[in-house]
Each structure stands twice: as structure tokens, then as C-alpha cells.
């Protein structure tokens, strides 16, 4: 008792030290820097520091170190902290997988790697096999994945890699049966997806920058879309897409799932939503045709039915609802609701199984909802606890979908959903160094101020009292 005791006595004494020591920050340098806009003069004393490539950017950033870790350095139960963190941390972690073509895909980390790892299964029984591994492309791990697209039959893999970071993805190709990279390069892509239709993809890029040293802080202008088809060299890729009046809008092209339709999404800096168009693929007229033009509400492709495409949007909906889109009347007055907005948020929405998984948002957990593609509601799926989901990703004729779950006091944990039993199962659960069934967890309701009605989380060990003596963060 008397060394616990000493020993609170010490963490106060040493806490309470640090805290009364000035901290003394290095002053930056102020420079005599004014811009002009439409007239008016602004001061910009510190825009040498937005040159994140030069010494006086470098060495004011080694000072502002030397201060953060000079005081952290000298916390003394900091590294007893940082060892029991890394110590749960330190354990395998997986997306839940999905299928193209007739292979099963997943992300795997293996606890502190630097970037998880892509893995393939040949079957959902079948042993897994690293498929691409961004840790071995650097040497310090600075190389992440930036995006995937899979050819429809499975194929082919276009990935993208980020260096260091930045926006920027240089896109490469292989072939996913005998894991051979192919020379195809696709450089000077940013802010993109991947778009498989027939024998290619599309991706956005901008052109090459007039100086390459100076990509990282060159303004962005004039992206465009293009279309690349395997084997061939990017300076033969088609232009799909541009917009010379609008400089700084940014376009993504996404094909839907029977290769019917390709859907343009367009955004415009500084709006909160977004403009959509669509065009037939494979009909006689492709050109572009609006669903809608403003950039007031957001407007996400879902995917596409018999009857038509089908969109998430908050138009007229601050909550979201789902809407199908005839391609022959595709703008606002002939949208037909497939679900219309509820009191509670739509958080996502997907098209597999042949049904419609949406997920919403209620007194602050997730509630998954299955309905048929005509918005009738079949079953709710049952959870395994409070908490956020994320997943339901798939194809229209999958029999089953995989979803993670996780709570307050379980890591994310995969489930495995059969649309014909209407059941989950357990798929995959992470091995860790804690013990989640020593804890509960209570949702309680509060009044604030105004009479709304406040949901509230209560996480402790069980069997504790709860007097309102427990210290609580």
C-alpha cells in the first residue's frame, strides 16, 4: 500500500512539474509578403512554409520536434503505455474478403506491417496466397496500394500505388493467374478510380506536369478521363472525357456491373455534392446524358437493375434515400424512391445477392436492413453487439456477402451472411491479449437541455458498482 501510494505520489509530482514548465516554442520567421485579390491586399507572413522542400521548412520542423518530444520524453509512464498499446495492436487484422471472377480477395496485416498486404483464396475453402504485397515496393514501407479494378472475368488486376503519401498513383497491370506484372504503366493519376470495361479501364489523370520537380505543389488543372486498353502504351489511351470551362473539376467514370451503363460523377471544389451523368455502352448514341446537373446534394451510383440505375442521393433527403433512375426519363421528375428517407441516417447501400443491403444510423449504431430491389423490406440482420459495420460488398448473383463488425470491446470480427438462410455466421475472429467478456457495455438515454433526447454509451468491467464514485473518461 505505502509503495502505491509513493508511487501515485511520484506520477502527480512528475505530471504536475512537467506542466508547470513553460514550454518554449521556436519562433518562426515573418516575412514582409502580401498577395493581392481583386484589390484588395492580404498578408501572407508565412508562405515560405508551404515550400515543403526547402532548409528553412526543414529546420523549423526539426525545432517544433525537438520541443514535442523533448516534453513527451519525459512522461513517465509514456513507454509502459506504449508497450500495453502496442502489445493489443500486434495482431492480425482482415478486410472481409470479395469476389471477382471466380477468385475470393482480402487484406491481411499482420499486425504493425506498414501496408496490408492483398491476398487470394481459389475458392472460399482453399488456402490463402499473397497476391501483391506493397511492403516489398520500398524499403521503408512508404509505397501503399491506391486503388484496385478487376477485369470482369477475373483476369486481369489494375492496381495503383502511392508514394510517400501524395495523391498522385502511377497504375500498373497484372495477370491474376500467374501473378505476372505487365509492362502497361499508366503515369499522372490522381483522384481516380479503376473501371474495367471489355479489354481496358478507365482512370482520370491530368496531363504531365511542365515541371516534374515541382508536382507535389504544381496547381492541379483540367483533369480528364481516359480509356486504357491492355497492352497497349499510354500515349495511345483514349480521351473520354474533358472540360475546358471548368478547370478544377474532377470527374470519375464508373461502369456498372452488367457493363450497360457508364456513370460520370463530376465534382466542382468548394460545393458540398456532386453532378451525375450517364451513357449507354454499347448502344448506337454513347454521348453523355445528365441525371443531374447541379452540385447542391450528393448523388453516389449504387448499381443497376432490370429496371434501370440505381442511386443513393440526400436530394431532398438530409437523411439519404435510394432512388431508381429510368435511362429513358433520367432526371429528377421521373425519379421513383426505392427507399424513401427514414428518421434515422442512411449510412450505405449496396446491390448483391439480387437484394438491396442498406445500412442506417441509429441512436448512434448501425442497423442493417435486407430488401428486395423493389424496396420491400425481407429481415433485418442480426448483430452480434452495438457498434459499427462496414462490408456488404458484392455482386448481384452472390450467394452469400461477408460484413466486420466491431464494438467497444471487440476488434473488428467478420461475418459471413447467407441471403437463402437469412443467418450470420462467425467467418473469421482476430486472436488477441484481451479478454472482451470481462467488460459490458449499456446504451442509456439523457435529456439535454433543449428535451432531445441523447443516446450514451456506459462501458466498464463487470460487476462494477456504479455509484457515481468511478473515475470515467
Known amino acids: ?13 512528475t505530471a504536475a512539474s512537467l506542466w508547470a514548465q513553460p514550454l518554449e516554442y521556436p519562433k518562426p520567421q515573418k516575412l514582409d509578403h502580401v498577395d493581392s485579390y481583386f484589390g484588395t491586399p492580404v498578408a501572407d507572413p508565412y508562405r ?36 500495453r498499446l502496442t502489445k493489443i495492436w500486434n495482431y492480425p487484422k482482415y478486410t472481409p474478403p470479395f469476389r471477382e471472377g471466380e477468385n475470393y480477395y482480402f487484406y491481411k496485416n499482420d499486425g504493425l506491417q506498414n501496408q496490408s498486404v492483398l491476398y487470394i483464396r481459389h475458392g472460399l475453402e482453399a488456402a490463402p496466397e499473397i497476391l501483391l504485397d506493397p511492403n516489398n515496393l520500398s524499403a521503408d514501407g512508404t509505397i501503399a496500394l491506391g486503388g484496385l479494378g478487376f477485369s470482369k472475368d477475373g483476369k486481369y488486376l489494375a492496381y495503383g500505388i502511392s508514394r510517400s503519401g501524395s495523391d498522385w498513383r502511377e497504375i500498373y497491370l497484372m495477370e491474376v493467374g500467374s501473378k505476372r506484372q505487365l509492362p502497361d504503366k499508366i503515369k499522372w493519376a490522381k483522384f481516380t478510380g479503376i473501371s474495367w470495361f471489355q479489354n481496358g479501364f478507365y482512370y482520370s489523370r491530368y496531363d504531365a506536369p511542365a515541371d516534374t520537380t515541382k508536382a507535389l505543389t504544381a496547381k492541379n488543372e483540367y483533369q480528364k478521363v481516359y480509356y486504357h486498353e491492355v497492352g497497349r502504351e499510354q500515349g495511345s489511351d483514349r480521351l473520354v472525357y474533358e472540360d475546358q470551362a471548368h478547370p478544377l473539376r474532377t470527374f470519375g467514370l464508373s461502369v ?42 450528393n448523388v453516389s451510383l449504387v448499381g443497376v437493375i432490370d429496371r434501370g440505375i440505381v442511386f443513393r442521393t440526400d436530394r ?10 429510368d435511362p429513358s426519363a433520367p432526371t429528377e421528375p421521373d425519379w421513383k424512391d426505392i427507399l424513401p428517407e427514414k428518421k434515422d441516417a442512411l449510412m450505405s447501400a449496396s446491390l448483391v445477392g439480387g437484394r438491396l443491403v442498406a445500412t442506417y444510423m441509429k441512436d448512434v449504431s448501425h442497423h442493417v436492413y435486407v430488401y428486395d430491389t423493389g424496396g420491400r423490406l425481407e429481415n433485418e440482420i442480426t448483430l452480434p453487439a452495438l457498434g459499427a459495420v462496414m462490408g456488404f460488398a458484392g455482386k448481384n448473383d452472390d450467394r452469400v456477402v461477408f460484413y466486420s463488425a466491431t464494438s467497444f470491446t471487440f476488434p473488428s470480427t467478420i461475418y459471413q451472411y447467407d441471403f437463402r438462410t437469412k443467418e450470420s455466421k462467425l467467418y473469421q475472429k482476430p486472436s ?28 466498464h468491467k463487470k460487476g462494477l458498482v456504479l455509484d457515481g464514485k468511478n473515475p470515467a473518461l
Do not use: C
Not at 455502352?281 to 443531374?292: L, Q
Open 432 to 459: 488477441i491479449d484481451f479478454d472482451p467478456d470481462t467488460y459490458e457495455t449499456r446504451q442509456v438515454f439523457y435529456q439535454s437541455k433543449d428535451g432531445t433526447r441523447i443516446p450514451m454509451f456506459i462501458v
Open 316 to 325: 431532398k433527403a438530409p437523411n439519404g434515400r435510394v432512388i431508381l433512375v
Open 256 to 297: 456498372t456491373e452488367d457493363e450497360r451503363y457508364g456513370v460520370l460523377t463530376i465534382d466542382q471544389g468548394g460545393s458540398k455534392g456532386n453532378a451525375v451523368y450517364f451513357r449507354e455502352m454499347k448502344g448506337k448514341d454513347t454521348s453523355f446524358r445528365p441525371v443531374i446537373e447541379t452540385f447542391d446534394d
Open 1 to 13: 500500500m505505502k509503495k502505491t501510494g509513493y508511487l501515485v505520489f511520484i506520477l502527480s509530482w
Open 48 to 83: 515560405w512554409m508551404e515550400s515543403d522542400t526547402s532548409k528553412s521548412v526543414a529546420a523549423w520542423v526539426e525545432a517544433e520536434n525537438k520541443v514535442t518530444f523533448g516534453y513527451l520524453g519525459k512522461i513517465p509512464f509514456r513507454e509502459h503505455i506504449k508497450e
